[in-house]
């Protein structure tokens, strides 16, 4: 074999230097700019949900801008409405739920004092007087100051939100530009899956959002009815945490039932059993039942890839990441589908396989499935 020319191997180590160092050096901005680049996969994700009803109106000869604005000003004002309806309520209900924090915790004291009364050294942990509670809340001073840190960064997410709402006005308005700049990003031979992957992607993501919906919905009358039968403080807000739950699929509502049931247990231990009982029940029954029933027409993903991509995008990016976790798992599975399952044939016997694998049918001696 004739040896390879020197200048020809330094100039391949010197291409493989420069790429490996380009990567670092885009994975580094990637990592500086990672809050931008959330903010840019929100804006797809909600530029997505409203380009379905303004081309639904754009068919049926409506101007595409006039179509976007009316889509965007409807969602504004239901919004609006809704706001309008609950935050005074919820506004209020959250007062007073911190104005009776010290009582509640008291008397959850005393609860898991009783609970506990065989030890001892436990109940030490678990006993809170008005001093001690005086003394873990802030001074006025620091309350003021927080109040003011909290006031910066509401102006922040205001000018954040404002940022937001019209770059997906604008992909909405004339989204033809984005699309071929997309499309350029791949061969010509690959831009029609990459067209089918961004398609279903878009349906897959249209479901979420009205899963979502419905069943958030449903979970916060359900909440809201229970809990002011078992006449438990706060009852909007519950509901209002009920209604944002299923943002976070599986875990989020039990993290979001965890609070009334402390209240409940800070008033009487039956009652927040009976709460308790009602979140098991309800979150199994959604969660199990309903929302899969919901989303199989559209979705169609396991609780395990979404919930992996969330602990993921968790710890990477905190609760926003969290938030876009199973709408990027949408993302992921109509690639994987277009980019990689459609290139191999279809397996007729790939169901049989799961099967017998499931029942342990597996033939490891001669690397071969039983029959």
């Known amino acids: 074999m004739s040896e390879i020319p020197t200048e020809s191997r330094y100039a391949a180590l010197s291409k493989a230097v420069l790429l490996a160092a380009g990567l670092v050096v885009l994975l580094w901005l990637c990592y500086q700019v990672s809050g931008v680049l959330l903010l840019f996969l929100f804006t797809i994700i909600f530029a997505l949900i409203l380009n379905a009803p303004t081309t639904w109106l754009a068919d049926r000869k409506v101007p595409r801008p006039l179509a976007a604005l009316l889509v965007f000003g409807a969602v504004l004002g239901l919004l609006g409405l809704l706001g309008w309806l ?16 010290p009582t509640y915790a008291q008397n959850l004291s005393k609860q898991l004092s ?15 007087d008005e001093e001690s509670l005086t003394k873990e809340l802030p001074s006025l001073p620091v309350l003021l100051q927080r109040v003011g840190q909290y006031s910066l960064s509401a102006l922040g997410l205001v000018f954040l939100l404002i940022v937001l709402l019209s770059t997906v006005l604008y992909m909405v308005i004339e989204p033809r530009p984005l699309l071929k700049l997309y499309l350029s990003l791949f061969p010509a031979s690959r831009r029609e899956p990459a067209a089918r992957a961004l398609g279903k992607a878009s349906k897959m993501v249209i479901g979420w959002m009205w899963s979502n919906v ?19 403080p706060g009852v909007w807000v519950w509901a209002a945490l009920a209604f944002f739950s299923e943002l976070v699929p599986k875990i989020g509502p039990y993290l979001m039932a965890a609070p ?79 980019f990689y399952l459609a290139r191999h044939p ?14 342990r049918r597996v033939d490891t001696k001669n690397s071969t499935l039983e029959q």
């Open 214 to 232: 419905v069943v958030g919905s449903l979970e916060a009358a359900l909440t809201a009815i229970f809990l002011n039968i078992m006449d438990i």
């Open 86 to 101: 609950a935050v005074p309520r919820i506004t209020e209900q959250l007062s007073e739920l911190a104005s009776n924090l």
């Open 114 to 128: 009783a609970l506990f009364e065989n030890y001892p050294q436990l109940q030490k942990h678990l006993r809170f």
């Open 346 to 359: 279809f397996d007729e016997q790939l169901d049989k396989q799961v099967e017998l694998i499931m029942y």
């Open 260 to 338: 009334p049931v402390l209240v409940a247990l800070a008033i009487d231990p039956t009652t927040a059993l009976w709460v308790a009982l009602f979140y098991l029940v309800m979150n199994e029954l959604m969660g199990d039942l309903v929302m899969p029933r919901v989303r199989s027409s559209t979705m169609n993903l396991h609780p395990v890839s979404s919930l992996f991509l969330m602990l993921i995008m968790g710890s990477a990016f905190g609760l926003p990441g969290a938030l876009i976790a199973t709408p990027l798992t949408a993302f992921i599975k109509a690639f994987y589908e277009e």
